[in-house]
């Protein structure tokens, strides 16, 4: 039953897609056309500098769009395998500086004798990107977002059983109400604005945490900041030591 309502659930949210999203890509193509057209008739380089900008972001932020898109809609199963965290979340670094901008410094807080956990190495990479970009937000003024793993043995809670990682990202930003946690996991619940958040963060983070068997829990208080933790299940086998972390979904040019 459970599964026939998400799906029902997931159809629904797909069916707002033409409105909602649509309407966000009507925008972001429109800054990119009038810039364009702009462009046409500016020959000073400064505002040409100026107007290129604005329709890079407009771009990327349409990709964005498009990647959280494909993460939540992809029909196919995510594929599990052994993965170091401390590596697959180490080889972010870069990528989360980029994404994030220089207002909020990542910490990463990971323990020494973690435990491989079985995850999609993509589907993570994605998940945390969109907390931490979620953490960014909260803090306008800047801030420091920690990444933090634990190894949690002989759980139980909820469904849970057996040995399991958590993995928190940790900011010391605005803060949930009771109510919009309650409703965070909503496909399309944002109370950001238009064009700037599209509700699927965290509806995709749910669907990534119980696909992978394991759990998301979320803490947070009003002018003091957000925990969301990932329990994810440790792995059996070892991840492969040899080569590059596994491949993640985002791309690294950019
Ligand atoms: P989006 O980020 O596009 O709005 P999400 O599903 O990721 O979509 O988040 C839904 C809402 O949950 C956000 O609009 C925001 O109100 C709230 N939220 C999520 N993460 C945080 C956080 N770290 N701190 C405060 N509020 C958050």
Redesign the pocket.
Known sequence: IEDSLRQAQKIEALGQLTGGVAHDFNNLLMVILGGLEMLDHTDEAARRKLLMDGMRQAAHRGASLTRQLLAFSRRQALQPQPVDLARQIGGMRELLARSLGGNVQVQLELSQDLWPVHVDPGELELVVL?LAV??R??MPKGGAIVIRARNVPSLRLDGLRGDFVRLSII?T????TTE?QRR?FEPF????DVGK???????QVYGFAQQSGGNVQIE?EVGRG?TVALLLPRSESQPERDGPAPEGLIPEAG
Do not use: P, Q
Not at 189 to 192: D, G, L, M, Y
Not at 197 to 203: D, F, N, T, V, Y
């Open positions: 969109n979620n953490a937000d909260a900011d930003g605005v803060g949930m919009v965070v619940f944002t109370t950001k958040g599209s509700g699927l963060g965290l509806a947070s957000t």
